[in-house]
């Protein structure tokens, strides 16, 4: 049987690559897969905006059913920064390194280091209807970066309940649990359903 296949309207070869590993059933199209080499700005001021934007630019440029997320890391201590700011955080061309030492420096001394990761996807059928889902994960900013793996602030983000951080976790661990994996388990729930229809 063929699989169905579904554009995930991102350039980052991390998520796509995790994205790939938690929908089995669905063949992937990343954006380097359809040779689109646009960056789409993110210019929304919440999560659902910007997964809005980015899976609305793909389906206007494809015709086909797509989806976009979009995450940020929201610290209590920060009263939710960086947020929507993540990837900017330290800086427009900022890295994960700059973004992670930012984010420690900002909380030195701080003892509250609650955070939660949040995942908006936004998923646009074949017609053109817009869907939403969201995934979070509680968890705390550990003091010092620990781990490999991973990508982001990873080795900076601990889960609650768990001993490792994110970038020490299998991928299989951490997308069990994961912001993005929530998000997505929510939208292949939805994706199940919609066939049966
Ligand atoms: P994006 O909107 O998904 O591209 O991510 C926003 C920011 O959050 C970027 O700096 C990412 O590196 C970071 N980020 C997104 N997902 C994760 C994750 O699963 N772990 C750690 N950092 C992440």
Do not use: W
Request: net charge positive.
């Amino acid at each position: 049987m063929t699989k169905p296949f579904l554009v995930f309207a991102s350039h980052n070869a991390n998520k796509v690559k995790e994205i790939r590993a938690l929908i089995p059933d669905y063949k992937v199209l990343s954006l380097s897969d359809l040779n689109f080499k646009e960056e789409i700005p993110e210019t929304g001021t919440t999560l659902e905006a910007n997964a809005q934007i980015k899976a609305q630019r793909i389906f206007k440029e494809f015709g086909k059913a797509v989806f976009a997320d979009d995450t940020g890391l929201l610290v209590d201590a920060l009263k939710g920064a960086p947020g929507v700011f993540s990837a900017r955080y330290a800086g427009a061309d900022a890295n994960a390194e700059a973004n992670m030492q930012k984010l420690l420096d900002s909380l030195q001394g701080e003892t509250n280091r609650k955070a939660h990761f949040k995942t908006s996807i936004c998923f646009i059928n074949e017609e053109g209807k817009s869907h939403l889902f969201t995934g979070r994960v509680d968890g705390e900013i550990l003091t010092d970066k620990t781990g490999e793996k991973g990508f982001g602030y990873d080795p900076i983000f601990k889960a609650a309940g768990e001993k490792l951080s994110f970038a020490e976790m299998s991928p299989q661990a951490k997308n069990k649990i994961s912001h993005r994996g929530r998000a997505l388990n929510a939208l292949i729930q939805f994706l199940k359903e919609s066939e049966k229809k």
